[in-house]
Every structure is written in C-alpha cells, then in structure tokens.
C-alpha cells in the first residue's frame, strides 16, 4: 500500500509527481542536456538487475523493481535525485530500487565517486553514500581531479572504518566491480544517464510522465 507522500508532495499525489518530474527535466535539460536520457533501450541482457546489484530498496522478488543507471557527477542525475527519493517515499513497501553504476567519462571526477561508493557498499554503507554524494554534489562535482580526499572525508564522517575503505579505493577490484556495471548498462543500451528500467523495461523519460506513471501502473498491477 502507498505511505503518504512526503511534505513536497503531501496531498497532491501521483500528478504533483509527475509535475515534478516534468519541472526536473526542463531544468535539468538546462543545466546538463548532455546526459539527460535518451537511449533506444535496446536490450541484451535477461535483466536489468545483476546478482551483486545495489538496492536502497529491497522488498522481496515479486515486487516492482526499478533499476537507476547513474553518474554521481552528473548535473541531471542531481536534479533527479530529490524526485527519485520522493517517489521511493511515496512506493516504500511497494517496490525494490536499485542503483548501478554508470560514470560518464566526460566526468572526470566520477569514476573515484563511484569507487568511494563501492567502497562504502563493501561496509554495507552503499545507501549512505550515495545519499551523501548527491547531497553534496554541488560541492565537489566539476572540481579539479581527483576529489579522492573529498570522498574519503565523506567516508570518515559516515563512520566508515577506514583502513578497510582505503584498501578498498585501492583495491583494482573495486574499480572493476563499478566497470561491470557500466558494461552492463551499455549491453542494455545505456548511453547517458539517468536511463531507468521498471521491471526490466527501459523507460523513455524525453516524456518524463513516462517514469512515475510506470511505476504507478506497476504497482497497481
């Protein structure tokens, strides 16, 4: 059943929802128009979810998933993420998120963001910093390469312990782990971000309706 909205959205529903996706589009198509989505949404893959998938949120395998391709770094990804929190809000108990990685190169910086991330999800901490680097994108994103010490600050503030998150960073593995799932994403068609799938269908956002609706529709069953 859907829990209330949160205060952005208190009592206006699915509509306000999708309003808001629509206001985040046009800004965002403003400020990054070079990754804002619009892939074909080929598929090659069985699935958009692999078995060592993140998920912010995990009810069960019969639930609706809805899978994120994203890039800390990147400008649309940032103006989304509030809506993407509201709609995971507004579903809670209804639907599994999950988020892959997808660094844009002409990012430079995030690649290490990603790294930090999977560092942080080898502590079980993924949630934590993937909030905490959207949180504070503005402060870090387009900065001067690398912003390493920038995220490890982030990591020692979540608690982290640190001796493991360094060897982490460093660890080639953990760069490869994040380099999977870009694979991945490009096997699905992914060619900018954020690019969503619901259950394992690729959603057009050039009509940005397209996602809250999917998921409302979905979840309804």
Not at 25 to 49: F, W
Not at 127 to 138: D, I, K, N, P, V
Request: hydrophobic share 45%; with cysteine.
């Amino acid at each position: 059943m859907k829990k209330a909205l949160l205060p952005t959205f208190a009592a206006l529903g699915l509509l306000a929802l999708v309003a808001a996706f629509v206001f985040v589009y046009v800004t965002s198509q403003k400020s990054d128009s070079d990754t804002a989505s619009t892939n074909s949404g080929s598929q090659e893959l069985s699935s958009a979810v692999a078995s060592d998938s993140h998920y912010v949120d995990k009810v069960g395998p019969d639930a609706v998933t809805i899978v994120e391709f994203l890039d800390f770094e990147c400008g649309a990804c940032g103006q989304f993420y509030p809506y993407v929190e509201a709609l995971r809000e507004v579903y809670d108990g209804d639907i599994n998120y999950v988020v892959r990685y997808f660094p844009l190169p002409s990012h430079p910086n995030s690649m290490d963001a990603a790294i930090a991330a999977e560092a942080a999800a080898q502590q079980g901490e993924f949630e934590a910093m993937y909030q905490r680097l959207f949180e504070t994108q503005s402060e870090w994103a387009g900065g001067t390469p690398p912003q390493s010490d920038t995220f490890r600050a982030m990591a020692l503030d979540l608690g982290l312990d640190m001796d493991a998150y360094d060897a982490a960073v460093a660890d080639p593995a953990t760069q490869a782990r994040v380099e999977a799932d870009f694979d991945a994403g490009v096997a699905l068609g992914v060619n900018s971000t954020p690019t969503f799938f619901v259950n394992d269908e690729y959603i057009d956002t050039s009509r940005l309706e397209n996602l809250p609706e999917a998921v409302d529709a979905a979840v309804k069953g």
